[in-house]
Nanobody, 125 residues
Framework: QVQLVEFGGGLVQPGGSLRLSCAASGFSLDYHAMGWFRQAAGKEREGVSCISSSADTTYYEDSVKGRFTISRDNTEKMVYLQMNSLKPEDTAVYYC??????????????????WGKGTLVTVSS
């Protein structure tokens, strides 16, 4: 059974940090590019970052560049998102998902991707 489980979300003050983790099971993580997405209340889902299967390529959405870092450990079947200098506008449910293609300029997904159920990040004082 394919599963992606995100954890590490929570309440953090502006300027603080959180590390999100995504545990993958039921499929070969090594063969998949992975991404982090987020959806704020009342807004559409947006792509935050992605990483290629071998971790040699990463992409970041403009608003998180220099603050977020994506990484992966294929041996442990984990994907991470280190989030620093958090802002209230980063508040959202964060999802990890497989990505069909991750390049330095963006990503491509289709309706065959695997998705986790999300973890809530709230940035507030």
């Amino acid at each position: 059974q394919v599963q992606l489980v995100e954890f590490g979300g929570g309440l953090v003050q502006p300027g603080g940090s959180l590390r999100l983790s995504c545990a993958a099971s039921g499929f070969s993580l090594d063969y998949h590019a992975m991404g982090w997405f987020r959806q704020a209340a009342g807004k559409e889902r947006e792509g935050v970052s992605c990483i290629s299967s071998s971790a040699d390529t990463t992409y970041y959405e403009d608003s998180v560049k220099g603050r977020f870092t994506i990484s992966r450990d294929n041996t442990e079947k984990m994907v991470y998102l280190q989030m620093n200098s958090l802002k209230p506008e980063d508040t959202a449910v964060y999802y990890c998902a497989t990505v069909l293609l991750c390049s330095g300029s963006g990503y491509f997904i289709n309706d065959q991707e695997y998705w986790g159920k999300g973890t809530l990040v709230t940035v507030s004082s």
